[in-house]
């Protein structure tokens, strides 16, 4: 069994509650009732770190208000947007969690608070207090916290972001040819997640031809069209735009976009490559169109507005998932909190016309089907997909995925020996993995409808990931809270897919790695250009040796491992081949 430090510590590396193998009382996760508050899919909800460190002040008080210091009021809204902001809102007007607005935080009154918090309940919310989480003083503060008006971190609208924009290279002095012998389509950006870096590491050679400064907690990459640029989002909002031509890869603009953000991309349609990106924030809740050659914002759009069915007010809609449809000159953003689709329209964007989509509550990530015409998404709290036909522009179906959260990151591609094209996706909450039918020309019976349940390694799963020319199905575990399954990688046949219960391989990719120290999790395949190595990130802490695991798809065996010590946490990694086509 992991020692209690050791899980805390992976819990804090990964900006999630801690996942409960077991608590600081020492009770064992499985006494507690299935549905409490620590399981994979509960911990697994932004931490708003970036916000948490602006200044506030304490809103205007009222007579009765507790009484609370200004250092004390600073520290709480810094707790509670770390804690508690990712379920509740930064306004706490109630997302996945309920609302904590003063009319019903002093109905409940301060016992009552500080008991929640303590102890958590069945209905999701984790247990602070026995889980040691937060302290007796600490969970005192919040109760006391929570009887306050809560205050309104500052908007970032263009005259923010433009004090933020820099044009490192301008465009007119970027070279005109690549001027560097890396195979550029094979070059893979890897997230340094807790460096605020990435690194840039050759696909055939593994050599790190750079490491690039970007923003806080750096979250994911995203190519433009041609190739040429990368784009990477940190989770303060800020993107770098990274020149692949230059001698030197490097940063040749940056903008700030708001306070806290996941999600950028760029524009894909012929005609439009490189043309325009766009980026998503959770704070303010917004998304913004840039100049694809200079990240010059161009328009600031609120994503603020009613939840599409009971058509009540959301004052934050965060943005997650964003991506660039190849039918029509269109962006295709999920809004989290309302549920609603945006087909953004970036041909005009002088008359922006939007398509608002129906779909549903808490979208979160997703990814194209193989002929790329359709999007499938997780509305993850919902335990739903959403497909979207991006060449009709509307809604096709929404299916259930039968597990609990889905998270398919951007799914997986493939041929079924029954079903044929379908789309797979893992969940937080459970080990099934979801496969959906994406063919409704040549299996019309099958098309939108989840037609195999596979069961994979446990829950905790975050990724999945094919590639047309593999056999193969990857499944990882990273926040499952046995170590051994946080270790390792289930691995599907996809020709064998038609057995009445099919089999999976483990590969035990940490033991590969060789690294003894800590608890490093195994996160996020990415395939190479050729499709015939997948890589996997061993996660480490940030002060413990972390790894890249190179697999031959065709084996299923060892072929490299990448160690360095610039390697500080690697998360994500994007094969810019893969990514600017689209390829999972
Ligand atoms: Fe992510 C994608 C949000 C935590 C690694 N993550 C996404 C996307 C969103 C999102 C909205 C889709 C972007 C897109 O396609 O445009 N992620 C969030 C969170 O809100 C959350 C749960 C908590 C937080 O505070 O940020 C979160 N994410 C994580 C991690 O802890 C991970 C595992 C490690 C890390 O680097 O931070 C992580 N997220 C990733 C990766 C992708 C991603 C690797 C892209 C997957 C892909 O294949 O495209």
């Known amino acids: 069994m992991n020692s209690f430090r050791e899980i805390r510590r992976f819990a804090l590396l990964a900006s999630v509650a801690l996942p409960m193998a077991v608590t600081a009382t020492g009770i064992s996760a499985q006494e507690k009732p299935k549905e409490h508050g620590d399981t994979p899919a509960a911990a697994y909800q ?58 019903i935080t002093r109905e409940n009154g301060y016992e009552y608070l500080r008991d929640f918090i303590k102890y958590g309940s069945p209905g999701g919310m984790p247990n602070w207090g026995t889980s040691g989480e937060l302290t007796d003083e600490q969970i005192d503060l919040m109760a006391r916290y929570l009887l306050i008006e809560p205050p309104a971190p500052p908007e970032f ?45 050759d696909g055939k050679t593994y050599e790190i031809h750079a490491i690039i400064e970007t923003g806080y907690a750096v979250h994911i990459s995203r190519i433009s069209a041609s190739g040429r640029y990368l784009m990477v989002i940190g989770r303060d909002a800020l993107i770098n735009m990274i020149d692949l031509w230059m001698e030197q890869p490097a940063t040749v603009a940056q903008v700030k976009v708001g306070a806290e953000a996941r999600s950028v991309e760029t524009s894909k349609m012929e005609g439009w490559e490189d043309k325009y990106a766009i980026a998503g924030s959770y704070w303010p809740p917004q998304y913004v169109i840039m100049d694809g050659n200079t990240l010059e914002p161009k328009k600031v759009v609120s994503t603020r507005g009613m939840i599409y069915d009971t058509q009540e007010y959301h004052p934050e809609p965060r943005v997650a998932a964003i991506i660039a449809s190849h039918y029509r000159p269109e962006f295709i953003v999920n809004v989290k909190e309302t549920g609603k689709i945006l087909l953004v329209d970036y041909s005009d964007i002088k008359n922006l016309k939007v398509t608002e989509i129906e779909a549903e509550r808490f979208l979160h990530d997703g990814g194209l089907d193989s002929s790329k015409r359709y999007f499938l998404t997780a509305a993850n709290a919902r335990n739903k997909i959403a497909v979207i036909d991006t060449k009709e522009g509307s809604l096709t179906a929404m299916v259930e995925s039968e597990g609990e959260t889905p998270h398919p990151g951007r799914g997986a591609n493939l041929n079924h020996p029954i079903y044929g094209p379908v789309w797979a996706t893992s969940h937080l909450g459970d080990e099934t993995v979801a496969l959906i039918g ?8 099958h098309a939108w409808k989840m037609v195999q349940q596979l069961f994979a390694l446990g829950g905790g799963s975050l990724f999945v990931k094919s590639h047309p020319t593999s056999n193969h199905l990857y499944v990882d575990a990273p926040l499952n809270p046995d170590a051994e399954i946080s270790a390792s990688v289930a691995v599907f046949k ?16 940490v033991e590969w790695a060789g690294i003894a120290e800590g608890q490093p999790r195994v996160v996020q395949g990415e395939f190479n250009k050729e499709g ?13 040796e972390s790894a890249l695991v190179v697999v031959d798809d065709k084996t299923l065996e060892l072929k490299h491992v990448i160690k360095d010590p610039r390697l500080v946490t690697p998360t994500g990694k994007f094969n810019v081949f893969n990514t600017r086509q689209d390829v999972y």
């Open 494 to 509: 996809v020709d064998e897919l038609d057995k009445e219960e099919p089999e999976y391989t483990v590969l035990p990719i």
């Open 157 to 201: 609208g263009m005259p923010e972001m433009m004090a933020t924009w820099k044009v490192l290279v301008k465009p007119e002095d970027r070279p005109t040819k690549k001027m560097n012998d890396i195979d550029i389509d094979n070059l893979f950006s890897v997230t340094l997640r807790d460096a605020g870096q990435i690194a840039l590491i």
């Open 532 to 544: 015939n190595e997948i890589w996997f990130s061993v996660w480490n802490a940030k002060d413990l």
């Open 438 to 445: 994406t063919d409704p020309e040549g299996h019309p019976d």
């Open 46 to 103: 932004p931490s708003m770190t970036t916000l948490g460190q602006i200044d506030v002040e304490i809103p205007g008080l009222k007579p009765g208000d507790p009484v609370i210091s200004q250092e004390e009021f600073q520290a709480g809204t810094k707790m509670y947007f770390e804690r508690c902001a990712g379920c509740h809102g930064v306004l706490r007007k109630g997302a996945t969690g309920k609302p904590l607005t003063t009319d």
